[in-house]
């Protein structure tokens, strides 16, 4: 699920090589690659190169999943759609355009027809197993993962399977060439993947499948908890079924109280969050204040108020903290 946005990042440092002093590809090449691209952030990707495009893709979308993470798993009770999480996302050479795979293979070791861990979380059931980024999937619970072109959905099928039971069996390849098996014990959790998709504007949103932020509000966003605070509002249109509606005023207040009791039951300090809206120097401000669809920031911040007594008022009352 992560192939066209990978593509469009990785389309960025394609486009970098393709500036006139590098070795430019087929015009007809740059076409194809830049319609991929929705807002392409050419100043950057013209100073950068693809190394340095890539390692800031992977912070990025590091630090997104770990925010994601205690949302998606403390809330799965809430959610409609869940799956069991073993902490690792995985990537195969096959996800880069093709122009690129040669740069992908030398810097990250990906080699054709296998499937490779991308990235692990801190403290998940991947890092518990000591299962490293890097290292090759041989086989998965029991069965092995044959190359070619259906790989990528045989070991999506398998994983199913694999990650349902209580523990699962995983064996991988070391860059080093050392074969090693071991077992995790994923977690239930919201199916809600979140990703980093290159924009130069400042926004989230969600297809109610997955969650995507924009790498500019990524880079914008000040602290972690604010970050969760986006995701999770996402998360909440998602759960409510907003996404068959028009976006309206009162829908992105709904999401906005709903993001707080996903915020609350995750661990997330709530206060931090909404304090961060009354303060000047907030990088929605522009943005929303002249939105027809979008509350203010002033109606958005008193919401966040109103709902944030609520909270606390169940709490104190010892009751299940559900959405309003
Ligand atoms: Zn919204």
């Known amino acids: 699920m992560i192939r066209p946005v990978l593509t469009a990042i990785l389309a960025i440092g394609l486009l970098a090589c393709s500036a006139p002093s590098a070795e430019g590809g087929p015009d007809a090449d740059e076409e194809d690659v830049k319609s991929l691209v929705p807002d392409l952030p050419t100043e950057r990707s013209v100073a950068g190169n693809f190394e340095t495009v890539l390692a800031e893709y992977r912070q990025m979308n590091d630090r997104l999943d770990r925010v994601s993470a205690p949302l998606r798993s403390a809330n799965a009770s809430l959610c409609a759609e869940t799956f069991r999480d073993p902490g690792f996302r995985t990537h195969t050479l096959e996800d880069y355009p093709e122009q690129m795979r040669g740069a992908a293979q030398a810097l990250m070791g990906v080699e054709p027809n296998a499937i490779y861990v991308r990235s692990v979380r801190r403290d998940s059931p991947a890092e518990k197993a000591d299962i490293q980024t890097g290292d090759r999937i041989l086989r998965l619970g029991g069965q092995g993962i044959p190359g070619g072109r259906t790989m990528t959905q045989f070991y999506d099928a398998?994983?199913?399977?694999?990650?349902?039971?209580?523990?699962?069996?995983?064996?991988?390849?070391?860059?080093?060439?050392?074969?090693?098996?071991?077992?995790?014990?994923?977690?239930?959790?919201?199916?809600?993947?979140?990703?980093?998709?290159?924009?130069?504007?400042?926004?989230?949103?969600?297809?109610?499948?997955?969650?995507?932020?924009?790498?500019?509000l990524m880079r914008n966003v000040p602290d972690d908890v604010n970050l969760a605070l986006i995701v999770a509002h996402e998360m909440a249109?998602?759960?409510?079924?907003?996404?068959?509606?028009?976006?309206?005023?009162?829908?992105?207040?709904?999401?906005?109280?709903?993001?707080?009791?996903?915020?609350?039951?995750?661990g997330y300090d709530i206060e931090t969050a909404i304090a961060y809206w009354a303060d000047a120097a907030h990088p929605h401000r522009s943005l929303q204040d002249d939105s027809d669809s979008h509350p203010t920031i002033i109606e958005r911040y008193e919401n966040f108020r109103q709902e944030q007594a609520r909270i606390r008022e169940l709490k104190r009352a010892d009751q299940v903290l559900e959405f309003n």
């Open 158 to 216: 398998l994983s199913r399977g694999a990650f349902d039971g209580a523990e699962s069996k995983i064996t991988l390849r070391t860059p080093a060439g050392h074969d090693y098996e071991t077992s995790l014990q994923p977690q239930t959790a919201c199916d809600y993947q979140t990703t980093v998709f290159y924009s130069q504007d400042i926004n989230g949103y969600t297809d109610g499948r997955e969650v995507y932020v924009t790498s500019e």
């Open 237 to 266: 249109h998602a759960i409510a079924g907003h996404l068959n509606e028009a976006p309206t005023r009162d829908l992105e207040l709904e999401a906005d109280r709903m993001a707080l009791v996903l915020m609350d039951r995750a």
